[in-house]
């Protein structure tokens, strides 16, 4: 079977209003005419690159030059992810090259790596090689398909004769071989072909374990964050920024700062004051001879507050975002004999490794910036309306990221960098604190659940009401984007109208925010009578996506009540969920895998428990087993068993990484992490009172890859929705305590 | 104020101006201009930063610059001129780094460990990198290359 081509993008296409999966379910307003003019190269232009470098330039991705070199522009950020790897092995396979021989860069914001779906050059929702997938392997086609007939035309050969393998083109007849390189000007002549894909029993790079092409520079400190960033004559500052959300100056007193050797200014600038050096360090210990006076802010932001709000609007009624059979009809006719929860969920930070950073450099009507960032699109569209430049006069590169979780989908601290850099008329790089990361993110919200079901005689359930309440991220971030989406040379006014409806929609509760309900709206589990509503909180704290975005709480509200269920049934929590997903054979599929791998049944050593979940995000299936022990209020994780279908595999080593990598990012938020507010600042600062899982605290993982012929769908983000449930379901097995609360407080334990 | 020390067997004299205060992790990145010790909390907590101090594994971000005078500080940069030290290797064949930015100061710590213990167990290898922190969670594969690296150099593969 072949593979259809996909078709190129045509110009001419409108896409309209188009609601798509931007981390997990974000409505992504994507109307946008243009992005994807450019991709391919015309022919003249591909001719005159020939002429000028003897280089065949075909896409906006790939250049083969004379000497055999073959580069590929990478244009979805490396933060650990793995694109580095799997989007060359996307092109390879189709180039019919040695993937490993290919060199990668990253990107400079450019229309041109517009995010297909969303419509504007982000990374993020799990997409990069979902939405690629068809993308590269078809670039990579086009320029073989160029190549061989480029062959075939000056050996004035038949193409069918003429085979392309490992980088070069041989006449099968004759034995004649050219590479690549040799044949880059002539294969500029060529016509874009639309070629077919290879059917998948002939690929032999995809699904191939490759190492990783990014772990060299990433064992010898050679790779460069945008930490290591270095220009001439760059200054550094730090920002001292306000102790309550929101606080402005008011006044401030430079003192001795000044004096102090390396220092060159003190200055004031929107978000707070900026001391600037010639080093960091020069600028950070110049922070104490500063005084800054603050005013405003939203100092009753408390959390306590916030949660007696989130329990009143769980209380009502919400908006209805899913209504099968008559819930309320079950209810009243149970009269009273139903379950009830509320789950709990804090405030959470993303604290990637590398603090935020960036460098800027703006000299006249020009700006260049290097920033480890999600969205180059965005920053680069933010920083030209702010600075009132041509977007084309804003360049924005990106370096390796370290790590990114979904925070740096904000470009906030490339925007700052830009800011200051046009203050002080300088090149210069802003690094964060940890303490300034972790009070000024834009946190995984503090939400609430209130679910409850209706179980028949047999303890099967016929009813299920699930109320979520939540603040809106798509208010907080679509706005922002929205001008990055239009095309260029739209009027800044245009935009700035278009991100005001764009913010009201969500803000007047015309549309419930899909961000919020993923994961529970679409429960596979088949009830007759169900209901999922949304109530909007608006506590004023910034929230943004955190990896899995509302699937990391709708899978721990969901996975553990239907565990609730299924206790109350007196029924085994795995037959339970095997019963009901019928209809959701990917689904079942997994929660198989899993159990079998774990041995679900089978008897475990004295005082080992076991706890089951599974949940589809980012259109990908994944179910967890995990086996701990609870000694003295202390949950100690031993093992947990992941399967997880994605799909079509392009390399099961970086599926299992990312599997590994889920996991722990959820083990860490459900044993130790919240967020809290009091008096309107951040409580917590640093590791100590946000506290990562280590490697004492390390479970071993395994991970069951369910084979798929489907297309390749996330795997970046669907190992962390489960884990959590599946914690509080062994614990309630070992001590028979339903963790109802994140994290999860020795208190809750026994 | 001069600090003179050796860096990665090189004698060098770094000047701070802030009397020898300036955390070594500072001198070494915007100084020596050795980044590869990362910066990451800034107290201690997170292991980023993590160099070595007469063998020793240390937090850079908080050794003031003059407490090194007369020492020999290495860095990662130092492990090897071509990525064959054992660790290194180790490190590739289990594809460990994800974003990588805290593995510097992950091989630092492990290259401590494994110089005074050719064959640490499980237990032993939670004590020595239990202070350094991965976001992306690469401890399992962190774990197996220590492994796979003590066994290549107890069989001579070094």
């Known amino acids: 079977m072949t593979t259809p081509a996909p078709k190129r993008p045509r110009v001419t296409r409108r896409r309209f209003l188009k609601a798509s999966a931007v981390g997990g379910g974000a409505l992504a307003l994507a109307f946008v005419v243009g992005p994807m003019v450019g991709r391919y190269r015309r022919r003249r232009d591909m001719r005159a690159t020939a002429e000028a470098t003897g280089e065949f330039h075909p896409n906006a991705w790939l250049v083969i030059h004379p000497d055999n070199r073959i580069v590929f522009t990478l244009d979805r950020v490396e933060m650990g992810q793995g694109t580095m790897t799997s989007h060359p092995m996307l092109i390879a396979e189709e180039l019919e090259v040695d993937p490993t021989v290919i060199e990668v860069e990253l990107a400079v914001a450019d229309r041109r790596y517009d995010h297909p779906e969303f419509g504007l050059q982000i990374t993020g929702g799990s997409s990069s090689v979902r939405t690629s997938w068809g993308v590269l392997r078809h670039a990579g086609a086009v320029a073989r398909e160029m190549l061989r007939t480029a062959a075939a035309e000056v050996w004035e050969v038949p193409l069918s004769e003429c085979l392309a393998t490992n980088g070069t083109i041989e006449h099968v007849p004759s034995g004649r071989t050219q590479t690549y390189g040799a044949l880059t000007r002539q294969a500029a002549e060529q016509p874009i072909p639309e070629p077919e894909l290879k059917p998948a029993e002939e690929h032999t790079v995809i699904g191939t374990a490759m190492d990783r092409v990014d772990a060299p520079m990433k064992v010898d400190g050679s790779g460069v964050f945008g930490i290591d960033v270095v220009r001439p004559g760059l200054l550094n500052a730090v920002l001292i920024r306000p102790p309550v959300q929101d606080a402005r100056v008011a006044s401030f007193d430079v003192g001795e700062a000044k004096s102090r050797p390396g220092v060159r200014d003190v200055v004031r600038m929107p978000g707070g004051v900026a001391v600037v050096a010639d080093r960091y360090w020069q600028a950070r210990a110049a922070v104490a001879d500063v005084t800054v006076e603050w005013e405003g802010g939203r100092t009753t932001l408390d959390t306590g507050i916030m949660s007696e709000e989130l329990r009143r609007l769980t209380a009502e009624p919400g908006k209805t975002v899913r209504e099968d059979g008559d819930v309320d009809g079950v209810l009243a006719a149970a009269s009273g004999d139903y379950l009830e929860s509320a789950y709990d969920l804090p405030h959470l930070a993303h604290a990637p490794m590398e603090p935020q950073n960036s460098t800027a450099h703006v000299e006249g009507d020009r700006c260049e910036v290097w920033a480890p960032t999600q969205a180059p699109g965005v920053a680069r569209e933010e920083i030209a309306a702010m600075l009132g430049l041509a977007r084309d006069h804003v360049v924005v590169h990106t370096t390796l990221l370290g790590g990114g979780f979904g925070r740096r989908l904000v470009a906030d601290y490339a925007l700052e960098a830009a800011q200051l850099s046009k203050l002080i008329a300088a090149p210069v790089k802003i690094t964060w604190s940890r303490e300034d990361d972790m009070c000024h993110s834009m946190y995984r919200p503090q939400v609430r659940h209130l679910l409850r079901a209706v179980l028949d005689p047999a303890g099967t359930p016929v009813a299920w009401q699930h109320r979520i309440a939540a603040p809106s991220l798509l208010e907080a971030i679509v706005p922002s984007w929205l001008p990055a989406m239009t095309p260029d040379g739209t009027p800044g006014a245009m935009n700035r109208g278009l991100s005001n409806v764009a913010g009201g929609v969500f803000r007047g509760d015309w549309i419930a925010d899909p961000t919020s309900t993923e994961g529970a709206s679409d429960t596979p589990y088949a009830i007759p009578n169900l209901r999922v509503e949304l109530a909007r909180h608006d506590p004023g704290v910034p929230v943004g996506f955190w990896r899995s975005v509302g699937h990391s709480h709708t899978a721990f509200a969901v996975e553990s009540f239907i565990d609730e269920l299924a206790v109350a049934a007196g029924r085994d929590p795995f037959a339970f969920r095997r019963a009901l997903l019928h209809d959701a054979p990917r689904n079942l599929g997994v929660l198989k895998a899993a159990a079998a791998a774990a041995g679900w049944g089978e008897p475990l050593p004295a005082g080992r428990f076991r706890g089951i979940a599974q949940h589809f995000s980012f259109e990908s299936y994944v179910s967890q087993v995990v086996e701990l022990s609870v000694e003295a209020q202390r949950v100690r994780v031993h093992r947990v068993v992941c399967a997880v279908d994605c799909g079509r595999v392009i390399n099961p080593d970086i599926v299992r990484a990312q599997m590994e990598s889920g996991i722990v990012f959820g083990l860490g938020a459900a044993l130790k992490q919240r967020i809290s507010y009091a008096g309107g600042h951040v409580e917590q600062s640093n590791f100590h009172d946000f506290e990562m899982l280590r490697m004492n605290e390390m479970p071993t993982i395994e991970v069951v890859i369910v084979p798929s012929t489907a297309d390749p769908t996330g795997v970046g983000e669907p190992g962390v929705p489960p884990i959590a449930p599946a914690v509080a379901n062994a614990i309630a097995a070992a001590t028979g305590r339903r963790i109802r609360t994140l994290p999860i407080e020795p208190s809750l334990v026994a | ?158």
């Open chain 2, 1 to 158: 104020m001069a600090t003179t020390f050796r860096l990665n067997d090189q004698p060098i004299t770094l000047e701070d101006d802030a009397g020898g205060e300036t955390p070594l992790l500072w001198a070494i990145r915007e100084i020596a201009g050795l980044t590869g010790t990362k910066f990451g909390c800034g107290r201690s907590l997170c292991g980023a930063c993590t160099v070595h101090l007469d063998g020793r594994a240390i937090r850079s971000c908080v050794t003031p610059l003059r407490s090194v005078r007369g020492r020999s500080v290495h860095t990662v940069e130092s492990l090897s001129p071509d990525r064959s030290h054992p660790l290194q290797r180790a490190w590739l064949a289990e594809n460990v780094p994800q974003c990588g930015y805290c593995q510097s100061g992950q091989l630092m710590s492990a290259a401590a460990l494994l110089a005074r213990n050719a064959s640490p167990t499980d237990a032993e290898i939670d004590i020595a990198m239990t202070g350094n922190i991965c976001r992306c969670g690469t401890y399992q594969r962190i774990r197996r290359a220590i492994h796979r690296a003590a066994a290549d150099l107890r069989e001579g593969r070094s």
